[in-house]
């Protein structure tokens, strides 16, 4: 059996959820496992200051001057999306759902951009609405936390195609709703693999995170593991060599952060990847039979953004657990 590693093709980029700027912890996860992290408005995160220490402000600002923190041609983006209905497809029945507590829908707000009459009578339905009638609170959080993750993939997907990088979508554990079974149609077989991955300590400095990055081999570690990943999903190794790959990664992976006397903690990482339903089946059958602790695989259904690739060993996105800084 070959378990040779291979080299990255591209740096590995992390189109980050809007939670991430904010918390500190994470951030380090992001800057240790990719090359770059893109953020929409990040003058404006950068700018924003409230939440956070004064030592974490200033090395988010170093780490957007060095272009480790970095913002796209957000004018190139905005130009991608040729067709605002089609854009919107993906989100609107979450937004209707959020909207409907104030009496008005997307397609009335959309009808009123060039109608002053209708946006006229749109403002006065929504001023008059003093308390809205909230049927159901955690429907409407489910929904926000939907549109927020599927606007991170979408943002991940226009990075990818119009800037020409290797992005990925990175979703917080506490607002992942991949979870959840997609009622929408065009739904494909998506793997989710859940494993634990050693990640430097929330006490690390900045400094030393830096100076990890210098090793030539630091972004190599983590494209072993994404690269990992996307093999299972095809169905590309057979089940014992799943293991035993993922062993030698994970072990790879912890002796270079040893080599630098990193302190480290072990956090959940998951990824959901484009795969088949047999693979699916046949991967968790042997995992739940030999009663691993090493990973664990589900299967979903997910409807996929257009442009989102269906070829099994896609990424949809990684979910990342960290420990907020505020509740350090």
């Known amino acids: ?23 500190e912890a994470a951030l380090k996860q992001h800057v240790m496992m990719f090359g770059r992290i893109a953020i929409q408005g990040l003058g404006m995160v950068l700018s924003n200051t409230q939440f956070i220490t004064p030592e974490f402000a200033r090395n988010r600002a170093r780490l957007a001057e060095m272009g480790i923190l970095f913002e796209p041609d957000m004018q190139k983006l905005k130009t991608s999306v040729d067709d605002s209905r089609k854009f919107l497809s993906f989100l609107i029945d979450d937004a209707n759902e959020i909207l409907k507590t104030f009496g008005v829908t997307v397609e009335e707000m959309m009808a009123a951009r060039q109608d002053e009459e209708k946006l006229s009578q749109i403002k006065q339905k929504t001023s008059s609405t003093s308390a809205p009638n909230i049927a159901d609170p955690q429907k409407l959080i489910q929904s926000e936390q939907r549109i927020t ?22 979703i917080p554990s506490g607002d992942n709703t991949l979870d ?117 695989v589900e299967g979903r259904k997910l409807a996929l953004l257009e442009g989102e690739s269906t070829s099994a060993g896609s990424e949809v996105a990684f979910v990342i657990q960290a420990k907020s800084m505020l509740a350090s």
């Open 1 to 23: 059996m070959n378990l040779t590693m291979s080299a990255p093709s591209k740096e590995l980029i992390a189109a980050a959820h809007v939670a991430f700027p904010t918390n």
């Open 180 to 296: 959840h079974e997609d009622q929408r149609p065009g739904q494909h077989d998506v793997m989710k693999i859940a494993l634990v991955l050693p990640v430097p300590d929330e006490h690390v400095s900045w400094d030393d995170i830096l100076e990890y990055r210098k090793d030539g081999d630091s972004q190599n570690r983590f494209f072993e593991l994404k690269e990992w990943m996307s093999d299972v999903a095809r169905g590309s190794l057979t089940r014992a060599e799943a293991g035993q790959k993922l062993e030698v990664v994970l072990d790879r992976y912890r002796k270079l952060l040893t080599a630098h006397q990193m302190q480290i903690n072990w956090t959940r990482l998951e990824t959901f990847v484009v795969s088949t339903a047999n693979v699916i089946r046949e991967l968790r059958t042997f995992v739940q039979s030999q009663r691993s602790t090493l990973f664990s």
């Open 149 to 170: 993750v599927n606007l991170t993939r979408l943002f991940a997907l226009q990075v990818r195609n119009i800037e020409g990088l290797d992005a990925y979508a990175t």
